[in-house]
């Protein structure tokens, strides 16, 4: 012990790693704080607002002007942003539903970098800055704020709210703002005592594989204050309002002085892709779920195979592969990207055939394929929710049903034994099955 107290206290010997949080300064949560607004991070890229960013602004409307009917109140939409140039996209936002948008002009900004963006986040959101650029405002913190759910989104998300000493409900698909009423002792500071929290953000997301939704909620404990109620949100969740050039509101230019050592990380080159993968209309689409855990190349070659055997196929994921740490061989990797994702945040696609393998059928999957005409599910588990809304259910192992079925479908003649759901038939020619096929 001694001797570790010697070390630790020995400047010239100390690499720094034996006290990696020593300088970390503890940020105290208010007491009595005063909060208002609602703020919205407006990500852009290339110079664009993100589709998101106009939702998230739509939605945040929709949700102040809810406050104002219900509480007499009103309090605005803030739009804060950063990058090079970016003031036209600040006046945007406003057109787009926010009162007020802050933005952070530097040309270093154009892309994402997390520590400047959160370093510019929180000091924005604390209402630091020269009197010109905070005068707008008389309170600690916003009581609301969001993010959207992209990868710089989340980053950030995350950053920025522990930053802010608060929490964060990621990946929410609903809010909205009402009284709750909790009997939690940890929230009222007395058991047995209710207690109930006004103007109270309620963010929905799906858990459990999205089998339930849940609500999060941010509620202040007794001497310690959780502001802002934080979310990110998946694209698509909400709609945009639609531009208002007439909106009129107040765009402020946000000062910080920022740290040259924050900008340690430089982008020397990017690339875009061409061009996404469109998985509609093509007559089969062929996903693959985390069924195919155990050999995850092998299960794609096996499901790259299937596609081939047809003539107008596709290959679609599910969003378990995408967030999966599944380590696929070269040649197959570009397969496993989230531009062949189907669902809920991920295309969404009406085939002729959809061959789900290895998929349980999660809801936000569900939504982005459903409307197939025919579906047919493989599956090891016979309880798994996709038998519920698949035409044709075969129990089985993919690793094994695969290739028989792209053997019948070559042959064109083979039989394969499916197990029917309610209405389907017990044994099935796979040219039946899959329906419009018979050219293949
Ligand atoms: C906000 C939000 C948005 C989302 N958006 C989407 C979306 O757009 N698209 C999407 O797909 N998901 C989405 N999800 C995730 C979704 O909730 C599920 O977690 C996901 O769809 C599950 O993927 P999976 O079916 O591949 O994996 P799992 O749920 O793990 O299912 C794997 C299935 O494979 C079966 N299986 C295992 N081994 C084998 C085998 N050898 N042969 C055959 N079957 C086998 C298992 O029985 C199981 O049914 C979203 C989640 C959230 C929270």
Redesign the pocket.
Known sequence: MIEMSDSNTDDETDDGLGHPTRDKKHVRALEDGHYEDIWVFCETQRGELLDVSLEMLGKARELMDQFADDYGEEERVVAFLMGDDCEGLAEECIARGADVAVYHDDERLERFLHKPYTEIAAHMARGEGSLESTDWREYDKPRYVLFP?TNNGRDLSAKVQAELDSGLAS???DLFIEENEVSNPVKTGEPGVKKTFEKVLHMK???F??FEYSTILCLDNPGREFHPQGASV?PGSFEPMEPDPEREGLVVEHEMELEDDWFRVEITDADRLEEGVDLTGHDVVVC???????DPTGGMELGLELVDAFEDAALG?????V?SSYEFEGHVEAYASEER??????QVVAPDLYVA?????????KV?MDESDTIVA????TD?R?RDFSDYFVE????E?LPRLTEAVKSDAAEIALEPTPDAEAEVEAGAAVGGDEDD
Request: with cysteine.
């Open positions: 759910a990946d929410c698909s997301r799906p858990d594989s999205g998946i693959l779920g985390r069924g195919i855990a155990d994921i599910t969003r378990g592969i967030t994702q189907i669902g809920e945040t991920g393998a290895g998929v349980s059928g999660a809801v936000q999957h982005g493989i599956n090891t588990d798994a996709i089985g192992d993919l690793f049903v």
